[in-house]
């Protein structure tokens, strides 16, 4: 299997279904610690100093050597060697950044199968999260029948306080198990197979629960909304998502939305503009302007975030990476063929958006390629390398950070959009409501604009603010790709 490098963070959770591959480099989500960003990138030359003859790097072992075998010799009750071990490698990196940790045999073959993407599951997108209780809502399908009057004095009188842990399902893969069953965005997990999300140690092991062998069925309790909770069961199949979500907006306009950085996410990327090519053709109309949503993409593949880069950036630095003390590992350019030069493009960020998403978009801000559109992103910015340590076992290790073009530092940083918007509309305020404006009067000389297109009414529906609903930052992405295309120079046929 090819060495992997991935570039990493969670959104802000871990995908049930969602994987980038252990290829050049992986960004996952933050909040899932199991951030599968790796890169292996060396300097060219080692440093060179004098060792003293008397050092050994293995000296400081010979302690916990000794205690492993009094341990495995007197301990009361037989130990597993295996999971000594493995504590041990888990506190070895504690102490170091979040990124780096060791990941056991069982949490690698996970890791890899993010990274294939393609795998036994129920095609969901969870983050963990606490949330607060409703007064009066059903906490728990199994409440204690033995509970005494006291204890549901004291549950009555702190339950506005309590809260409880929930997977937070912020995307269903179309044609999956998942939406088969009639999961939706916004729904929350409660519980999986009878055990409450609080009963898992973290997200991945909860995860572990809801993958498996396609055809076998998982059991979930699920809260809709305000709803009571109920249970239903999914049966798990082979996920196979694509890295790219196709939407004509109509008005010249489309959407791609990215969900992560796979093995065919660029080939996938140019595939969508074609098919907005053709959707705008079929519709009389041409492609004006593309909004790449990267939102909630928690990264993927190195090679794959500098290839969708490289699309739309004819020439210059892509994404630097540099080592201790800022030293220069490597730098990535753009290539030049099959460039797509004047095509307007809107990127859509927000503070899920992270690690190969960041660099993606740090690459198109620097060359004044694209506007940045949406929150400040999450910033994980840092490279690591997975190291086989053999039986199956692996050591994420960070070695190096990532810098934009103008060498600005993605690491705790983040990307800053160019127009910054949240995620909730904001409601338009007439600044003189008593003010009626000169075509409210009767009597009104209707406008004669001899053949020019008229100016729309009041009332004009824009069909791509239709198809975008209640989406703030998807609006606002498309106001500015239209006055984009007001103030762009004369069109002529687009470099592809």
Same mark, same amino acid.
């Given at each position: 299997?090819?060495?992997?490098?991935?570039?990493?963070?969670?959104?802000?959770?871990?995908?049930?279904?969602?994987?980038?591959?252990?290829?050049?480099?992986?960004?996952?989500?933050?909040?899932?610690?199991?951030?599968?960003?790796?890169?292996?990138?060396?300097?060219?030359?080692?440093?060179?100093?004098?060792?003293?003859?008397?050092?050994?790097?293995?000296?400081?072992?010979?302690?916990?050597?000794?205690?492993?075998?009094?341990?495995?010799?007197?301990?009361?009750?037989?130990?597993?060697?295996?999971?000594?071990?493995?504590?041990?490698?888990?506190?070895?990196?504690?102490?170091?950044?979040?990124?780096?940790?060791?990941?056991?045999?069982?949490?690698?073959?996970?890791?890899?199968?993010?990274?294939?993407?393609?795998?036994?599951?129920?095609?969901?997108?969870?983050?963990?999260?606490?949330?607060?209780?409703?007064?009066?809502?059903?906490e728990d399908t199994e409440g204690d029948p033995g509970a005494d009057a006291e204890d549901e004095k004291n549950k009555e009188e702190t339950?506005?306080?309590?809260?409880?842990?929930?997977?937070?399902?912020?995307?269903?893969?179309?044609?999956?198990?998942?939406?088969?069953?009639?999961?939706?965005?916004?729904?929350?997990?409660?519980?999986?197979?009878?055990?409450?999300?609080?009963?898992?140690?973290?997200?991945?092991?909860?995860?572990?629960?809801?993958?498996?062998?396609?055809?076998?069925?998982?059991?979930?309790?699920?809260?809709?909304?305000?709803?009571?909770?109920?249970?239903?069961?999914?049966?798990?199949?082979?996920?196979?998502?694509?890295?790219?979500?196709?939407?004509?907006?109509?008005?010249?306009?489309?959407?791609?939305?990215?969900?992560?950085?796979?093995?065919?996410?660029?080939?996938?990327?140019?595939?969508?503009?074609?098919?907005? *090519?053709?959707? !705008?053709? =079929?519709?009389?109309?041409?492609?004006?302007?593309? +909004?790449?949503?990267? #939102?909630?993409? /928690?990264? %993927?593949?190195?090679?794959?975030?500098?290839?969708?880069?490289?699309?739309?950036?004819?020439?210059?630095?892509?994404?630097?990476?540099?080592?201790?003390?800022?030293?220069?590992?490597?730098?990535?350019?753009?290539?030049?063929?099959?460039?797509?030069?004047?095509?307007?493009?809107?990127?859509?960020?927000?503070?899920?958006?992270?690690?190969?998403? *960041?660099?993606? !978009?740090? =690459?198109?801000?620097?060359?004044?390629?694209?506007? +940045?559109?949406?929150? #400040?992103?999450? /910033?994980? %910015?840092?490279?690591?390398?997975?190291?086989?340590?053999?039986?199956?076992?692996?050591?994420?290790?960070?070695?190096?950070?990532?810098?934009?073009?103008?060498?600005?530092?993605?690491?705790?940083?983040?990307?800053?959009?160019?127009?910054?918007?949240?995620?909730?509309?904001?409601?338009?305020?007439?600044?003189?409501?008593?003010?009626?404006?000169?075509?409210?009067?009767?009597?009104?000389?209707?406008?004669?604009?001899?053949?020019?297109?008229?100016?729309?009414?009041?009332?004009?529906?824009?069909?791509?603010?239709?198809e975008a609903g209640s989406d703030a930052q998807l609006l606002a992405a498309i106001d500015h790709l239209q006055g984009w295309v007001k103030?762009?120079?004369?069109?002529?046929?687009?470099?592809?």
């Amino acid at each position: 299997m090819r060495e992997s490098l991935l570039v990493g963070a969670m959104c802000l959770g871990l995908g049930v279904c969602l994987g980038a591959g252990m290829s050049t480099v992986h960004a996952s989500e933050p909040e899932a610690n199991t951030e599968a960003e790796a890169v292996t990138i060396r300097p060219s030359v080692e440093p060179i100093g004098e060792t003293p003859a008397e050092h050994s790097r293995y000296r400081k072992l010979d302690r916990f050597t000794r205690a492993l075998a009094l341990i495995e010799r007197y301990y009361v009750r037989p130990c597993d060697g295996e999971a000594l071990i493995d504590g041990a490698l888990h506190g070895l990196v504690a102490d170091l950044d979040p990124h780096t940790i060791y990941l056991a045999p069982e949490d690698a073959k996970l890791l890899l199968e993010d990274t294939e993407g393609r795998f036994g599951g129920v095609g969901l997108i969870v983050t963990l999260r606490r949330e607060a209780i409703t007064p009066g809502a059903d906490e728990d399908t199994e409440g204690d029948p033995g509970a005494d009057a006291e204890d549901e004095k004291n549950k009555e009188e702190t339950e506005d306080t309590q809260r409880r842990l929930v997977l937070h399902i912020d995307d269903v893969i179309p044609g999956g198990p998942a939406e088969a069953a009639g999961l939706v965005m916004g729904d929350r997990i409660l519980a999986i197979e009878g055990e409450t999300i609080a009963e898992f140690s973290n997200l991945q092991d909860a995860v572990k629960v809801m993958r498996g062998p396609a055809g076998t069925p998982v059991r979930f309790t699920v809260v809709h909304e305000d709803e009571a909770p109920k249970t239903l069961t999914v049966n798990r199949a082979i996920v196979d998502p694509p890295a790219v979500q196709v939407r004509w907006l109509g008005e010249g306009m489309g959407v791609l939305r990215l969900r992560d950085f796979q093995d065919h996410s660029a080939r996938e990327v140019r595939a969508g503009l074609d098919t907005l *090519e053709a959707e !705008a053709k =079929a519709a009389g109309e041409r492609l004006d302007g593309v +909004i790449l949503d990267l #939102r909630d993409n /928690g990264g %993927g593949l190195l090679d794959q975030a500098i290839a969708i880069a490289d699309i739309f950036i004819p020439k210059g630095v892509i994404v630097r990476t540099r080592g201790r003390q800022g030293a220069l590992l490597d730098e990535a350019r753009a290539q030049g063929p099959r460039t797509v030069r004047d095509l307007p493009l809107v990127v859509l960020i927000n503070k899920g958006s992270a690690s190969a998403s *960041e660099i993606v !978009a740090g =690459a198109l801000q620097d060359h004044r390629r694209a506007l +940045i559109i949406g929150e #400040r992103s999450y /910033g994980k %910015g840092s490279v690591q390398s997975p190291f086989r340590l053999g039986g199956g076992a692996l050591l994420k290790l960070t070695t190096a950070l990532y810098y934009t073009p103008d060498d600005r530092l993605i690491q705790a940083s983040g990307i800053e959009p160019d127009v910054k918007v949240g995620p909730v509309r904001a409601t338009l305020v007439d600044s003189r409501p008593t003010l009626r404006p000169e075509r409210a009067h009767p009597q009104h000389l209707k406008p004669e604009d001899f053949g020019r297109e008229p100016v729309p009414s009041d009332d004009h529906v824009s069909p791509a603010r239709v198809e975008a609903g209640s989406d703030a930052q998807l609006l606002a992405a498309i106001d500015h790709l239209q006055g984009w295309v007001k103030v762009a120079p004369a069109k002529r046929p687009r470099k592809r």
